[in-house]
C-alpha cells in the first residue's frame, strides 16, 4: 500500500512540475515579445530627451531601460532553467534529494518566485519543491545563503539596487549611437561622476561660515557687557552731542574696550579726567558749562539761605 501511495505521489509531483514548467516557458515567450516593444518605445523616448537637451530627465529614465533590460536577461535565464528541469523530471521524482546537476537550476528557480511577479506559475513550482526537499532547501535559496548554489548572473539581474553612473553612461552612449544622435556627453558623465559627499562637505563649511560672525558678535557683547561704567555728570550728559559711532554707543563702548584690551599700557596711564574728557569731541565746553552751572547754584543756594535768615530776623522781631 505504500509503495502505491509512494508511487502515485511520484506521478503527482511529475504531472504538476510539468504543467508549471510549461505554463512559465509559455509565459516567459508572451512577457518577452511585450516588454521588448516597451523597451523599443522607451529608447525613442530617450532619443528625443537628448535630442530636445533635456538631460536631466534622460538620466532618470535610462534607469527603467536598464530595469527592463535586465527582468529580460532574467527572464531568458529562468526559461532556459525551466526547459533544463523540464527535460529531467523524471530524475526529480526518483531520487529524494536534489541531483546536483540540477541544483543550481531548482535553486535559481525558487530564488527568482520571489521577484518575478509576473510569473505566478514560479509559485507553485516554488511550492512543490518544499514539498519535496523541504523547507530549508527552498529558504536557503531565498535568502541566498553561501551553498544555495544560484547563478550569480540572474542575482545581479533581479538586484533591486540601483544602477551605477557607468552603466547608464553607457546605455546612453549606445542609445545616441544607434540613432545617430550628435549628442555632447560631458555634463551627464560630470554628473554622474560627481561625489556627493563633497557637497555635504559643502553644506558644512558654510554653515560654519554663516555662525563664525555671529559667534564673533556675541564674544564683543559680552565684552561690552564686562566693561566697568563711566560715570558722567548730568549736566554734562544733557550738554553732550549725540555723534554716531561715539563711545557712548554700545558699538563704540565695545570698540573702545577692544582697543584698552589690545593697549592695557595706555589704560593703565590715563586719569579719570582724561578719561572722560575723550569721551566725547566738545568735552571741555562741557566741562565749562559745567562749571557755570555750579557756580550758578551756588549763589542761588547761598540767596536761599540769605533769604530764609531774614525770614527769621523778622520772626524774632515780631
Request: proline share 5%; hydrophobic share 40%.
Amino acid at each position: 500500500m505504500s509503495s502505491l501511495n509512494s508511487l502515485f505521489n511520484r506521478s503527482t509531483f511529475g504531472t504538476k512540475c510539468k504543467t508549471c514548467l510549461n505554463l512559465v516557458i509559455s509565459r516567459i515567450k508572451l512577457l518577452r515579445n511585450r516588454r521588448e516593444l516597451q523597451l523599443i518605445n522607451m529608447r525613442k523616448e530617450m532619443v528625443q530627451y537628448l535630442q530636445t537637451g533635456q538631460e536631466s530627465i534622460a538620466r532618470i529614465r535610462v534607469e527603467h531601460i536598464i530595469r527592463e533590460q535586465n527582468i529580460l536577461a532574467a527572464y531568458e535565464i529562468v526559461e532556459l532553467f525551466c526547459e533544463f528541469v523540464l527535460a529531467r523530471v523524471p530524475i526529480v521524482e526518483v531520487q529524494k534529494e536534489c541531483p546536483l546537476e540540477l541544483r543550481e537550476a531548482i535553486s535559481s528557480i525558487i530564488f527568482a518566485s520571489g521577484r518575478c511577479s509576473d510569473l505566478p506559475e514560479l509559485m507553485h513550482l516554488r511550492n512543490l519543491f518544499t514539498t519535496k526537499y523541504g523547507k530549508e532547501f527552498v529558504a536557503g535559496a531565498m535568502e541566498l545563503r553561501p551553498d544555495s548554489g544560484v547563478n550569480r548572473t540572474i542575482i545581479e539581474k533581479l538586484s533591486v539596487k540601483a544602477p551605477s553612473g557607468e552603466s547608464k553612461l553607457k546605455v546612453l552612449k549606445a542609445i545616441a549611437q544607434e540613432y545617430n544622435v550628435e549628442w555632447d556627453s560631458s555634463n551627464t558623465e560630470a554628473e554622474f561622476n560627481k561625489k556627493y559627499e563633497d557637497l555635504l562637505d559643502g553644506s558644512a563649511s558654510s554653515v560654519h561660515q554663516v555662525q563664525a560672525p555671529v559667534i564673533e558678535s556675541s564674544l564683543v557683547a559680552s565684552a561690552s557687557r564686562d566693561k566697568p561704567p563711566v560715570l558722567i555728570s548730568p549736566v554734562e550728559d544733557a550738554e553732550k552731542p549725540h555723534v554716531r559711532g561715539s563711545p557712548s554707543s554700545p558699538a563704540g563702548s565695545a570698540r573702545a574696550y577692544a582697543a584698552t584690551k589690545t593697549n592695557p599700557s595706555a589704560q593703565e596711564h590715563h586719569s579719570p579726567a582724561e578719561e572722560i574728557s575723550c569721551s566725547s569731541p566738545s568735552s571741555s565746553d562741557a566741562l565749562e558749562k559745567a562749571r557755570v552751572a555750579i557756580a550758578s547754584a551756588t549763589r542761588a543756594s547761598a540767596a536761599a539761605r540769605a533769604a530764609a535768615e531774614l525770614a527769621k530776623v523778622k520772626i524774632t522781631s515780631q
